[in-house]
């Protein structure tokens, strides 16, 4: 699909061209009818009751916990509205979880919504909050030309190449920790919280922009090679 995807498989036996993704091109230039709204969106990692992968990177059932405390606590603390877009993986039991949390510490105006419809919500909201990288939502939201947050405790410890974790800081804030978290939620508040959308980001990981539309680069390519019948 990308320039990075490129580098990756390059010195396998195939030739290999970064032609586009369909998919994330019609993304990316589809034309929303939503108004976004002032929400924040707080997409969550699965529950980790029923994912023994999160064994060995970083994302334990106590740091969840911990980072979702965080985050709602200090949405509510800002008056500020937040919606909470659960992980398909055990998310009936999340979601009687996080009302049950929202109900004890009595914050306002924070809602736990779940369903099939990840790319289509997301495009609603001006900012979002990760505590979960290793989700394909992720590679979605970072081509949507608003504010990405990360938060996330280990993020200099998780096992992503060094060039690709460079590359997330120029496209997201980084929070590590509850008053990194804070100061961005008052600067997004204030309305100075920008995003750090690019056309590097673009290129590099999700399709060439020196291209058309990737539809029409790989139908031409296959034409090319494809030979004519007798």
Same mark, same amino acid.
């Given at each position: 699909?990308?320039?990075?995807?490129?580098?990756?498989?390059?010195?396998?036996?195939?030739?290999?061209?970064?032609? #586009?993704?369909?998919?994330?091109?019609?993304?990316?230039?589809?034309?929303?009818?939503?108004?976004?709204?002032? /929400?924040?969106?707080?997409?969550?990692?699965?529950?980790?009751?029923?994912?023994?992968?999160?064994? +060995?990177?970083?994302? &334990?059932?106590?740091?969840?916990?911990?980072? &979702?405390?965080?985050? $709602?606590?200090?949405?509510?603390?800002?008056?500020?509205? +937040?919606?909470?877009?659960?992980?398909?993986?055990?998310?009936?039991?999340?979601?009687?979880?996080?009302?049950? %949390?929202?109900?004890?510490?009595?914050? /306002?105006?924070?809602?736990?919504?779940?369903?099939?419809?990840?790319?289509?919500?997301?495009?609603?909201?001006?900012?979002?909050?990760?505590?979960?990288?290793?989700?394909? %939502?992720?590679?979605?939201? %970072?081509?949507?030309?608003?504010?990405?947050?990360?938060?996330?405790?280990?993020?200099?410890? +998780?096992?992503?190449?060094?060039?690709?974790?460079?590359? $997330?800081?120029?496209?997201?804030?980084?929070?590590?920790?509850?008053?990194? +978290?804070?100061?961005?939620?008052?600067?997004?508040?204030? #309305?100075?919280?920008?995003?750090?959308?690019?056309?590097?980001?673009?290129?590099?990981?999700?399709?060439?922009?020196?291209? &058309?539309?990737?539809?029409?680069?790989?139908?031409?390519?296959?034409?090319?090679?494809?030979?004519?019948?007798?």
């Amino acid at each position: 699909h990308s320039q990075y995807e490129l580098q990756c498989l390059k010195d396998y036996e195939h030739s290999v061209l970064a032609l #586009g993704s369909i998919s994330r091109y019609e993304m990316l230039n589809f034309n929303s009818k939503f108004k976004q709204s002032e /929400k924040i969106l707080f997409c969550l990692g699965p529950d980790v009751n029923f994912n023994f992968r999160q064994l +060995l990177n970083f994302y &334990s059932s106590n740091k969840k916990y911990n980072a &979702s405390s965080d985050v $709602l606590s200090l949405v509510s603390d800002q008056s500020l509205s +937040l919606d909470i877009k659960l992980h398909p993986a055990g998310e009936v039991n999340s979601y009687f979880f996080y009302k049950k %949390l929202i109900h004890e510490n009595k914050y /306002k105006n924070i809602n736990p919504i779940y369903g099939n419809f990840g790319e289509l919500i997301a495009r609603k909201y001006k900012i979002i909050i990760f505590d979960y990288l290793a989700s394909a %939502l992720v590679n979605f939201i %970072l081509t949507l030309n608003i504010c990405v947050i990360i938060y996330n405790q280990d993020f200099e410890k +998780l096992l992503i190449n060094e060039e690709v974790k460079e590359d $997330l800081r120029q496209r997201c804030y980084i929070a590590k920790n509850k008053k990194e +978290l804070k100061y961005l939620l008052i600067q997004y508040k204030k #309305g100075k919280l920008q995003s750090k959308w690019s056309d590097y980001f673009i290129n590099k990981y999700v399709f060439p922009l020196d291209n &058309s539309n990737p539809g029409v680069e790989i139908a031409n390519y296959i034409n090319s090679i494809v030979k004519a019948p007798n």
